[in-house]
């Protein structure tokens, strides 16, 4: 691992400290976000408010905007590390071909 950087190697160091994850602890994950919107959302509907339901909307466009831009930043150094690590490990000066094409091309008709 000294050919990574701190940052990838930052990276790897939380993805190995915490165990996989499940379906279960990933649907609490973003349950946090989405019930409390979504109950606003059904108190604005329920009352007729445009803009509780609008709020609701807003906040969830909020939350997965920031999810999917943490997940982008962090995946940048992630796959840089994991490709130094691979090649490190074959001597290759390129990355392995992807399963499908070593599998020997994917689907057959």
């Not at 915490?18 to 279960?24: C, H, K, S, V, Y």
């Not at 909307?57 to 940048?76: E, P």
Request: aromatic share 16%; net charge positive.
């Amino acid at each position: 691992m000294e050919q990574l950087t701190p940052e990838e190697r930052s990276t790897i160091l939380r993805y190995l400290a915490r165990p996989p994850r499940g379906r279960f602890d990933y649907f609490f994950a973003f349950a946090v976000y989405l019930i409390p919107s979504f109950l606003f959302a059904l108190y604005g509907v329920w009352r007729s408010d445009f803009v509780a339901v609008a709020v609701a909307y807003l906040v969830l466009l909020i939350a997965i905007v920031y999810i999917i831009g943490y997940q982008t930043r962090s995946s940048r150094p992630f796959y840089s590390a994991i490709k130094k690590l691979v090649e490190h490990a074959s001597g290759a000066s390129e990355p392995p071909p992807a399963p499908e094409a070593a599998a020997g091309g994917g689907h057959s008709v």
